[in-house]
């Protein structure tokens, strides 16, 4: 992810309602027809909410946790949160996980609860959770519903002013010998302070702020944006994928082999600065 700003990413929750979101970096069309996923729900919704609470309340239960409900919600993110009051600990869950395997719904209860009753999680209760979380398993299933709720992300690559395929195509001969494959280019319509850009890893998503679909700003700047999403890529088909992404010497050194590095810094500050002034 290309951030210029501090992490102002995560905005303080409603009053009393606990979050966690679990979408990598992002958030990073359809594959999956619209509807499908309805239908989905329709068919295993009951079996699945019934299976879900279960687990909550035998994994409750061992914790020493005596009211526990849990039910699926339909946030937009990948994300859960928890409300503790006189009716006990509730939970709502991701719908996106509605189609989970029962063993995730069990390392999923074990995350959360601990987490909610402020008891230390032994790693390896969540790890199938964690791992699901971020599997492209997950992330095929609901591709279509999630693009379908992600009202930020616009998934035409053709902006007002840049085009982002050209843009693409053009970093991935120069820097990468054209070796990597298509991805889903999109524009985030989101506060540059926020990021400029992201990769996200299960989608096979790279999203570029909106910011710099402008005629105002140097096309290597949408370049450089797009070659910094693409060194996660190259490193993650390298078999180095990561929950968090961390920006090591060695990438930022990698990072300063794009041609007009120092001025795309400069324009991505301004661009940053400028956007705050108008806040
Ligand atoms: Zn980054």
Not at 5 to 20: Q, R, S, T
Not at 235 to 258: A, I, L, W, Y
């Amino acid at each position: 992810m290309l951030r210029m700003a501090p992490d102002m990413a995560l905005a303080a929750p409603p009053l009393g309602v606990a979050v966690e979101t679990d979408t990598l970096d992002a958030f990073e069309l359809g594959i999956v027809p619209r509807g499908l996923a309805a239908n989905h729900i329709k068919r295993f919704g009951h079996t699945r909410s019934v299976r879900l609470q279960a687990r909550f309340s035998s994994v409750g239960r061992e914790l020493g946790v005596e009211r526990v409900t849990a039910r699926f919600h339909s946030y937009s993110e990948l994300k859960h949160t928890w409300m503790c009051g006189d009716e006990g600990i509730q939970f709502k869950i991701s719908d996106y996980l509605e189609g989970a395997p029962d063993d995730v719904f069990e390392s999923l209860a074990w995350y959360m609860l601990s987490k909610a009753s402020r008891k230390g999680c032994a790693p390896g209760r969540s790890q199938r959770y964690l791992a699901y979380s971020r599997s492209r398993e997950l992330w095929e299933s609901v591709r279509g519903l999630y693009f379908q709720r992600s009202r930020n992300v616009d998934l035409d690559p053709l902006g007002d002013a840049r085009d982002l395929r050209p843009a693409f195509a053009y970093v991935n001969s120069f820097y990468f010998a054209g070796r990597l494959p298509q991805l889903q280019l999109a524009w985030a319509r989101e506060s540059p302070r926020r990021r400029l850009g992201y990769y996200f890893e299960p989608l096979g998503l790279l999203a570029v702020n909106s910011a710099l679909d402008s005629a105002e700003v140097p096309r290597y700047v949408l370049e450089f944006v797009i070659f910094h999403e693409l060194l996660h890529h190259a490193d993650s088909m390298n078999g180095r994928p990561r929950r968090r992404v961390h920006h090591t010497k060695g990438f930022r050194e990698q990072e300063r082999g794009f041609s007009h590095y120092h001025d795309s810094e400069v324009w991505l500050r301004r661009i940053v600065a400028g956007s705050q002034k108008k806040r």
